[in-house]
């Protein structure tokens, strides 16, 4: 078989698990669903050729057209981002090993406890929480963004619901929910937050957000009603306080530098027991 010429191929980029990817801009240029389903036809003969084992190819979001093309050569959806779908193809032998899609989303609950042993709690706007009835007083909590390490989360949920800014001090604990919104999973993480010296202890809730936020004594906390169950986010409410309250180290978060041989990582933090610090 001949190869095919370099014009009648898709610029791709490798990738260390013999891989390859086709960028939004590179499949924008064709000029019509025939010249993209020649093309695209044309490098999966010279990628699998070249021992590919799988191919991504960004769709730009305003080529859907294309969709249905790349579909009919076996390509299936992957994830979708604002500007473009992102689409694969498993072109090994045996079962597709390619990674799926984000099997959970993130989210951080924030435990902060001040001088008079009080712990901030607050109350939910909307969501499941404000259907509680009776009004349902919890920790501060909120998803982690792209790109966003824990701890940073933990600092920004605080000051944008609360306006208080404060400083990450440990984790204390996790939960891991198997089903959650949109049929993922989500693993939501409890930290330790203290005030910033010399900052102010005054709430200013934000509205949009929260019906509702006040310090309140840790026994008054522990002694709510839905405090007594044995339920998962019980559990790990009383955990977590009882982790703060005492000398317990935690995972403290240590800094690393960036891998000069790997700029696109960027910094990397990891969390440890304190003790290895």
Request: proline share 4%; hydrophobic share 40%; glycine share 8%.
């Amino acid at each position: 078989m001949c190869a095919a010429k370099e014009e009648e191929v898709f610029p791709s980029k490798g990738d260390p698990y013999k891989g390859v990817s086709v960028s939004a801009q590179d499949v924008a240029a064709c000029a019509s669903t025939e010249s993209f389903s020649q093309k695209l036809a044309s490098s999966i003969d010279s990628w699998r050729a070249a021992g590919r084992l799988g191919v991504w190819i960004e769709v730009p979001a305003m080529r859907s057209e294309l969709i249905g093309a790349a579909q009919a050569q076996g390509f299936t959806f992957h994830h979708a981002e604002p500007g473009y779908l992102m689409m694969s193809l498993w072109l090994g032998k045996g079962d597709n090993s390619l990674p799926s899609n984000a099997s959970h989303s993130v989210g951080m609950g924030m435990v902060c406890i001040n001088e008079h042993d009080e712990v901030l709690v607050v109350q939910e706007a909307s969501g499941p929480a404000a259907m509680r009835k009776g009004g349902f007083w919890k920790v501060p909590t909120g998803l982690v963004n792209a790109g966003e390490e824990l701890s940073a989360c933990a600092v920004r949920e605080m000051k944008e619901e609360t306006g208080l800014d404060v400083t990450f001090i440990k984790l204390l604990g996790m939960r891991d929910l198997q089903l959650a919104l949109h049929g993922k999973g989500n693993l939501f993480f409890m930290c330790q937050c203290m005030l910033v010296e010399g900052s102010s202890a005054e709430i200013r809730r934000q509205a949009e957000e929260l019906a509702d936020a006040r310090w309140m004594k840790i026994d008054e906390y522990l002694a709510l009603p839905y405090y007594q169950h044995d339920g998962a986010y019980a559990e790990l409410a009383r955990a977590t306080i009882a982790a703060a309250r005492s000398e317990s180290e935690g995972l403290r978060r240590l800094r690393l530098a960036n891998d000069p041989k790997d700029p696109r990582r960027g910094e990397t933090s990891i969390y440890v027991h304190s003790a290895r610090l």
